[in-house]
């Protein structure tokens, strides 16, 4: 198991799409994502998909965080999944705007439109299949790690560019934070840790 270095927006690697799994119980398989694990953990991160380790094939690892679950969104932390040759279907044609931040675009969040209700089927390590519907904010983050296998990162997504920001400045962000219940907890953090908050949203 090791740590492994994150490739950055640029990078050839996370425009290409990534290779189907032959073998799901393949031991290389497993060490892949125990290595994806180790990197989240050390990040204290949530979600990575294999490609932004620099391996192209078609793997995502993630948890649900208790302290990262919006505070308007019924949710159970989910303990360490791994998924391999993950494919979603939206059950619905209903699209939601979510904030997002990525790994591979260190310092910036922008909003997406993301489908709100999918089913998501994949490999487990053991080669089981499984199948889940999820919604609203666990199915934004399935889609953002999934896209990753098709080579797309969320700007590619977003239909409105002035929704791109800064961590450091999160004014957009800001003036939304008390209107959006499904805000991720440490976006919610973000905010209120933003030291020009008081002087631009006064009024
Ligand atoms: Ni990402």
């Known amino acids: 198991m090791a740590i492994r270095q994150i490739a950055k927006m640029g990078h050839p690697v996370l425009r290409k799409k990534a290779a189907p799994v032959?073998?799901?119980?393949?031991?290389?398989?497993?060490?892949?994502?125990?290595?994806?694990?180790?990197?989240?953990?050390?990040?204290?991160?949530?979600?990575?998909?294999a490609p932004q380790v620099y391996d192209s094939r078609r793997v995502v690892v993630y948890r649900i965080l208790?302290?990262?679950?919006?505070?308007?969104?019924?949710?159970?932390?989910?303990?360490?999944?791994?998924?391999?040759?993950?494919?979603?279907?939206?059950?619905?044609?209903?699209?939601?705007?979510?904030?997002?931040?990525?790994?591979?675009?260190?310092?910036?969040?922008?909003?997406?439109?993301?489908?709100?209700?999918?089913?998501?089927?994949?490999?487990?390590?053991?080669g089981e299949s499984h199948k889940r519907e999820v919604e609203d904010w666990h199915a934004m983050l399935l889609q953002h790690e999934c896209d990753h296998l098709d080579g797309i990162l969320y700007p590619m997504r977003m239909t409105d560019l002035s929704y791109l920001a800064f961590n450091a400045e999160p004014g957009v962000l800001a003036k939304e934070a008390e209107t959006t219940p499904d805000l991720d907890m440490a976006l919610r953090a973000m905010v209120e840790a933003w030291p020009a908050r008081e002087k631009w949203l006064a009024t």
Do not use: F
């Not at 393949?26 to 998909?49: F, K, N, S």
């Open 22 to 49: 032959d073998d799901p119980t393949d031991p290389d398989i497993a060490r892949l994502a125990a290595d994806m694990q180790d990197t989240l953990e050390w990040i204290g991160a949530a979600g990575i998909a």
């Open 66 to 126: 208790a302290d990262r679950i919006p505070s308007g969104v019924a949710l159970e932390p989910l303990p360490w999944t791994a998924m391999v040759n993950p494919e979603i279907t939206p059950l619905s044609d209903e699209v939601g705007l979510i904030w997002e931040r990525c790994l591979s675009l260190p310092g910036l969040h922008g909003k997406v439109p993301r489908y709100k209700r999918i089913e998501i089927a994949y490999r487990t390590l053991e």
